[in-house]
């Protein structure tokens, strides 16, 4: 049984009633200890089913193995080892069959693969899903790139579960509003309730370095993709929106777009040298150093006042040559239903941002 | 009541507090429905324990700010069709390129008028197109829009710098994301274009050159087409290309975006 599946909820949820009846029904039989035990397993019952709900919702825990601390994926199934002849320190994991993952339908469109990505730069070892585009079979072109950052808390599989990225991205490429374009879906942190914002934490994850070296070389070497700026963009919601901006800030040189979805002008974090307030933090770095030529989508519900806030203030201080485009939808706080409202929006943004699959 | 308001946990609370205390009251009562009467005395208790965590929790975090908010967004993506520009009419099936005169375009001081190509597909689009601009040369446009101009020696980059907003208004293309591509004659023109107008043009490809002192534009792609017997190092970040229009052109389409059908789109924020 999947832990981010409704089934355990329900399974710890029968168990709620039965504490409950038990409870009831034994009370007057029952010594004091007893009776403490009955109601302490009520409580347990009722903590544990509010926690598989809520990691239902933000995917923080994907799987069981994650909670249990294990970095790598099981959902990929037995490892098969490095790939012949490749002689690199990244691990693949060729596509399953469509109908063996649960995330690819058979004959439309595009297909989740897995990737674990050993970081050379950044330490951080992490599974990544990788979206190839239909296209991705047929042709020997090479393809841009999207990276895709999640909130916090919430894990890659929020993009597939929650967001249903997949339907989005095959619905916006079989129309022509988006050209075949290959995204990534990496972690941000090796700690699921570690909060490094995409930055390198000092004493702490190099995320950073992760994201914005480790990924894209892995992704160069594995798949047919650009291997230029052009090519390259980034998308993220919530804290993965700040991720965007600020990465594409700090690396004009790698990213030529971003989308920040209900995203943030300031880390929130702490990250150890000071940061957070200067380099990390892309309205200081708006006022105080040269803006590169790159574009920025900012987009926020009308009744989520911080993401509100702070995708205006980014707005206004995001000048020439930035190109800022804004995108609101009127209400739906900071919630799956808002970040699905704008992924085909974004998509389509960002995809007119980057350079065409091109010849190899 | 707002839902995340005082008002609305305080009487989640309240209610949590009174469920408690009927519960323990109706614990030793109503005979052999007890097991009943406790089960959903108890379960009461935790549904509204958790509803006010949940309440509590919310208000702190804002996830759902209204109870509008819990209705979803209230908001449908349109497509974004491009109207007819000024000069579509002008295009059919047998006409894809046309003479470009402005109303302004006499300070441009060219040495000819320039001309527009349409691609094959733009008549049947409603999206925009990346344009290419080339000058002193017509090379293949592929699939972008393109636009040909022969500069003289009085043409400069702030006699051009109308031309991409006139460009807009005549017919559909995108405002970045466009590649320049000229002859080495104009190759200190073509690049003080690109730097006059930043975030632009994505690629630069010049046929011969590059002028003395060059330095890449930053985030624009440079490329110089040269012929295989040229000699001489290129300067840092330019790509070498064997050829000449044809090899710089092609190149930069490459670099350009795919021409797309008519993007969703959402509502702009306020300015």
């Keep these: 049984m999947r832990l981010d ?12 009633v039965l504490t409950a009846v038990l409870a009831a029904a034994a ?105 190839l585009p239909a296209a991705y079979g047929a042709g020997r072109e090479r393809f841009p790139v999207i990276e895709a950052t999640h909130g916090y808390p919430g894990s890659p599989k929020a993009w597939l579960r929650r ?13 022509g509003r988006m050209a ?32 914005t070296r480790d990924i894209p070389a892995a992704i160069k070497t594995h798949y047919r993709v650009r291997t230029d700026r052009a090519g390259w963009g980034l998308i993220g919601y919530s804290a993965g929106g700040f991720c965007s901006t600020n990465l594409l800030l700090r690396h004009p040189g790698e990213y030529a ?55 205006l203030l980014l707005a206004r201080l995001a000048t020439a040559p930035i190109a800022v485009t804004t995108a609101v939808v009127a209400h739906g706080g900071h919630s799956d239903a808002v970040w699905k409202a704008m992924e085909a929006p974004a998509f389509d943004w960002l995809s007119s941002w980057l350079a065409r699959p091109a010849p190899s | 009541m707002a839902l995340t308001g005082v008002a609305l946990i305080a009487l989640t609370l309240l209610a949590t507090a009174a469920a408690i205390a009927a519960t323990t009251l109706v614990w030793g009562r109503f005979g052999r429905w007890r097991p009943v009467s406790r089960s959903a005395g108890v379960l009461l208790c935790e549904a509204l324990i958790v509803l006010s965590a949940g309440l509590i929790a919310n208000r702190h975090e804002q996830f759902y700010p209204s109870w509008q908010a819990l209705a979803g967004t209230g908001t449908t993506t349109t497509t974004a069709v491009q109207p007819p520009a000024r000069l579509d009419s ?102 003080r274009m690109v730097e006059a ?30 012929t295989a017997s040229a000699r001489g190092a290129l300067p840092r970040g330019v790509t070498p290309l ?19 059908a008519a993007p969703q789109v959402l509502p702009a924020g306020a300015a």
């Design chain 2, 242 to 260: 064997t050829g000449t229009w044809a090899a710089a052109a092609g190149w930069a389409v490459t670099r350009s975006p795919l021409p797309l």
């Design chain 1, 257 to 311: 777009a971003a989308a920040s979805l209900s995203g943030y002008a300031e880390a929130g974090i702490v990250i150890g040298d000071g940061s957070e307030k200067t380099g990390n933090n892309p309205a200081w770095r708006l006022r105080r150093l040269p803006r590169p030529p790159v574009g920025l989508y900012l987009a926020y519900a009308g009744d989520d006042r911080h993401a509100r806030a702070d995708s």
């Design chain 2, 90 to 191: 002008e295009f059919g099936p047998g006409t894809t390129t046309v003479l470009w005169r402005p109303p302004g375009s006499a300070a441009w001081r060219l040495a000819s008028n320039a001309q527009v190509t349409v691609p094959r597909g733009y008549l049947g689009s409603h999206g925009s197109f990346p344009a290419l601009v080339a000058l002193g040369g017509k090379p293949a446009g592929g699939d972008l829009v393109r636009v040909t101009a022969r500069p003289t020696s009085k043409t400069t980059a702030a006699t051009l710098a109308n031309l991409p907003a006139l460009l807009g208004a005549d017919l559909r293309v995108t405002g970045h994301g466009w590649a320049l591509v000229s002859s080495s004659a104009f190759a200190p023109l073509a690049v």
């Design chain 1, 180 to 211: 075949p374009t290959v995204v990534v879906f990496p972690y941000q942190t090796p700690t699921a309730l570690l909060d490094t914002e995409c930055t390198n934490l000092t004493g702490g994850p190099q995320a950073e370095t992760y994201l």
């Design chain 1, 163 to 175: 967001l249903n990225v997949l339907g989005y991205l095959n619905r916006e490429i079989a129309a």
């Design chain 2, 197 to 226: 107008d930043p975030g632009r043009f994505a690629a630069l490809a010049l046929v011969g050159g590059p002028p003395r002192g060059f330095r890449c534009p930053p985030g624009v792609a440079v490329a110089v087409a040269r």
């Design chain 1, 5 to 16: 599946g409704t089934g355990p909820v329900l399974f710890a949820a029968a168990f709620v």
């Design chain 1, 27 to 131: 009370w007057d039989r029952s010594k004091h200890y007893a009776r403490a035990g009955l109601a302490a397993a009520a409580a347990l019952a009722v903590l544990v089913t509010s926690a598989l709900e809520l990691n239902r919702l933000t995917e923080t825990y994907p799987t069981w193995s994650a909670l249990a601390g294990d970095s790598a994926d099981p959902d990929r199934g037995p490892d098969p080892g490095p790939e012949p002849g490749r002689g690199s320190a990244f691990r693949s994991h060729p596509a399953p069959p469509p109908a063996r993952s649960e995330h690819n339908t058979p004959g439309q469109g595009g297909r989740i693969v897995e990737l674990t990505v050993a970081g050379r730069a950044s330490g951080m070892t992490m599974p990544a899903y990788v979206y």
